[in-house]
Nanobody, 115 residues
Framework: QVQLVESGGGLVQAGGSLRLSCVASERIAMGWFRQAPGKEREFVAHISYVGSYTAYADSVKGRFTISRDDAKNTVYLQMNSLKPEDTAVYYC????????????WGQGTQVTVSS
């Protein structure tokens, strides 16, 4: 069982930045998802086990960057040029090698972007 703990959410004005962190209990491929009120959870970004591959939703490309520090078993989501439509609960997720879906989820952290 992999444990995930997110942090770094908060309130920021449009155009501002936030960095989310997710500490995992072991090294594993990880991603970020988000869920806005009344909407389904959506994919935001993914980083591979070794960090050589990343993927982003079109809505965040060029604004968000996912990275990892394996010495700390931590994955980051740097969010720049934030927009009100980025407001959501952001979830960290982990995917075991060979799995087609994410197996583990964090508790979520709220990001609110004011206009």
């Amino acid at each position: 069982q992999v444990q995930l703990v997110e942090s770094g959410g908060g309130l920021v004005q449009a155009g501002g930045s936030l960095r989310l962190s997710c500490v995992a209990s072991e090294r594993i491929a990880m991603g970020w998802f988000r869920q806005a009120p009344g909407k389904e959870r959506e994919f935001v970004a993914h980083i591979s086990y070794v960090g050589s591959y990343t993927a982003y939703a079109d809505s965040v490309k060029g604004r968000f960057t996912i990275s990892r520090d394996d010495a700390k078993n931590t994955v980051y989501l740097q969010m720049n040029s934030l927009k009100p439509e980025d407001t959501a609960v952001y979830y960290c997720a982990a995917r075991e090698t060979g799995s087609l879906s994410y197996n583990y989820w964090g508790q979520g952290t709220q990001v609110t972007v004011s206009s």
